[in-house]
């Protein structure tokens, strides 16, 4: 204001000035007509061409006060802007503590343009600014309910994620094996053959995220199928029992975490990318090592540099022994379990970064007390190794290799683990841990980040002379098996769609694999 007022004192100044030259030019120039004689042509020429400067000099003192006067005017303007911007509250009204905490939870909503609720400015009148927080209002309660229709509800006040996958399976085989709708290993020559469908292998699962303990996050996470059986019933087939895989909760500090419940076997981490079956991993029976057995663990991690580290893993494991219950409502325990003991497990895996992407190499080892009848005791042990190599940028090598002995619980010897020398049962009848040796082998092309092409081989070897020597004990213990191989040729097609199975790195996890398009190609002798 006071920039505006000197401008207008400086324009009454110009133009005063500009009055008394001109009045005073004209008195002069009227005096000098009337006193003194009429001049020659050279004094006429003279006052005109000062008159002409004069005239010329008032002209540009009056556009310089017009330069001056659209300055004045432009900052003028943005002093204006200022004042409003000043006055205006930088933000709408803030959501109430339990509907804040609930955003913090849920995805967020974006809201569209012709919706946003318009901020109630402090110099509004009181019954537009009522108007504006009751429209703010409305619109959050509107955001709340959208929520609570598509989220997941929890009993509690932390997230819960509902996940799953439909897998339908159409399969043929050839020969005679020990399952039809997902086979693991060959029964009888390759003759005959059999067609059919299923989709009792479909999966579902809940993730829940708690609250962080002495500085652990707790998550839990549970997984479950359709392959737990057939109901006695017409067409049962068709009808898989719910079965439990996985149900498991986690503590996971910065470096260290700690893994509690059914989980997969961690000494033996990788399984081959397949989805002939989801109800058991690729190649078992047939070099892949697994379980879902409950267990308890604790995994650290050493960083050595920013892309290299040293992970140690170690936990004690239900000592099982691959036995099939002999009750199917009440539950015995098995030779492993008799011993009053758990099994054991360690692994240790080096990771680091080459062509992008990472490198691991790990050794693990097991061990398992087990007291067969009678009172015969057998060490079951085992080591194993697995890795994870990319060769060039788009092709990865990754397997497991393993030697042990009396370890059907966790897949090895084709789950036999141990023999006997003559009829169970009988105190004279040597039982023997059944040694064994296999692993399997995946090569993967990563065409992109939506398609890879998948090609594996699995072998899982008994000692065929102690499976000789205990050929008479077939006839009370049933088909003792000898050699088991087992082979896979796929390619997956992620759709960018995919929202509920995202694209993973390296080994698949089974539990979030997309659905192929096509059946991969299985073949098992």
Known sequence: ??????????????????VLVLAGSVSAWSQT???SPPPANDGVSTAVHDLQQQVNELRAAVAEIRSEAAQYRAETAALRRELQAMRTPPAPAQMTPAASSYASAAPTV????EISPRPAVPSDPLPDRVAALEETTQLLNNKLDDQYQTKVESASKYRVRLSGIVLLNLFSNRGQTDNTDFPVYATGPNQGGNFGATLRQSEIGLEAFGPTF???????????????????TWNGVDSGVFRLRIARMRMDWEKTSIVIGQDDLFVSPLSPTSF???????LTYAGNLWAWTPQVRVEHRFDLSNDNRITVQGGILDNLTGEFPSDPYFRSAGPGEQTSQPAFGFRTAWTNNFLGRPITIGAAGYYSRQNWPVNQHNDGWA?????????VPRLIWSGEFYRGRAVGGIGGGISQSVVFDGIPGKPSTPVNGLDSIGGWSQLKFKFNSRLEFNAAFGLDNPTSAEVRAALPS????GQLLTQNRGGLVNFIFRPRSNLLFPPSTGTCSHFRCPVPTTRPIN???
Request: charged share 15%; glycine share 8%.
């Open 110 to 113: 974006s809201t569209p343009p």
């Open 383 to 391: 080591g194993m190794t697995d890795w994870e190599i990319p060769i």
């Open 1 to 18: 204001m006071k920039q505006r007022n000197a401008f207008l004192d400086r324009v009454g100044q110009f133009n005063r000035i500009g």
């Open 33 to 35: 007509l009337v006193a």
């Open 474 to 477: 077939q006839i009370y213990v």
């Open 276 to 282: 002939a079956s989801l109800a058991v991993p690729a």
């Open 523 to 525: 073949s098992m002798s």
């Open 214 to 232: 002495a500085g652990a996050k707790i998550s839990a996470n549970l997984q479950a199928d359709f392959a737990g059986g057939f109901p006695n």
